[in-house]
């Protein structure tokens, strides 16, 4: 089973300023056609889950362009660009090389 | 609308078994997976297994087989998670999610995206 791990925890952010947070694999998600198997999603409190970016860097439909998605084999990165109040719930990144796919942790971002 | 609508909330006694339902509609049901997630009061997210809508095949986590069925009824665009033997640690907000492939690779996991959730079913296990 690979292991997702999440950091920081919690992050507070002050509204229009950038975040990131970080996201490593115990196995590389790199498969051999060139993809990172690595989706991040948004939990806001109350909510299902909300896809931001699949295949490492893709934005999802309807996804700001302040969200992006980096890295490669292990280590990936989410990044907004410059934090909105809308912006505040749980992260969380999801392996889809192989079963079982796996969350992180989950990384808390709130206002500061 | 691309939507998933799920069952209601249920209470059930440990030892028992629940059903919950998830209706697709506004896209073609039989061509993707549905995905089970389970959420425990305040925790992270769970990942349960899935089934291909297109097929029937089902992949199940492990710590789950043995009490997890998921099945689908393509005349309805409905999936199902059945989980019996109820334990108290079953308690928790169970979500379905829709599953296509977005990189067509073949070997693995075929489905790398989970696009469109149910707003989540509560199941409560108590005596």
């Known amino acids: 089973e690979i292991v997702m791990t999440q950091s920081p925890l919690s992050l507070p952010v002050t509204p229009g300023e950038p975040a990131s947070i970080s996201c490593r694999s115990s196995?590389?998600?790199?498969?051999?056609?060139?993809?990172?198997?690595l989706d991040w999603y948004l939990q806001r409190a109350g909510q299902p889950p909300q896809l931001l970016i699949y295949l490492g860097s893709r934005r999802a439909s309807g996804v700001s362009d302040r969200f992006s998605g980096s890295g490669s084999g292990t280590d990936f990165t989410l990044k907004i660009s410059r934090v909105e109040a809308e912006d505040v719930g749980v992260y969380y990144c999801l392996q889809t090389l192989q079963t079982p796919l796996t969350f992180g942790g989950g990384t808390r971002v709130e206002i500061k | 609308q691309v939507q998933l609508v799920q069952s209601g909330g249920e209470v059930k006694e440990p030892g028992a078994s629940v059903k919950v339902s998830c209706k697709a509609a506004?896209?073609?049901?039989?061509?993707?997976?549905i995905g089970w997630v389970r959420q425990a009061p305040g925790q992270g997210l769970e990942w349960m297994g899935w089934?291909?809508?297109?097929?029937?095949?089902?992949n199940y986590v492990q710590k789950f087989q043995g009490r997890v069925t998921m099945t689908t009824d393509t005349s309805t665009s409905t999936a199902y998670m059945e989980l019996r033997s109820l334990r108290s640690d079953d308690t928790a907000l169970y979500y379905c999610?829709?599953?296509?492939?977005?990189?067509?690779?073949?070997?693995?996991?075929?489905?790398?995206?989970?696009?469109?959730w149910g707003q989540g079913t509560m199941v409560t296990v108590s005596s």
């Open positions: 506004g896209y073609t049901f039989p061509k993707n997976a």
């Open positions: 999610s829709r599953g296509y492939s977005a990189s067509r690779r073949n070997g693995g996991n075929p489905w790398d995206v989970f696009d469109i």
């Open positions: 089934i291909s809508t297109y097929n029937g095949n089902t």
């Open positions: 196995q590389s998600l790199l498969f051999t056609n060139g993809y990172n198997y």
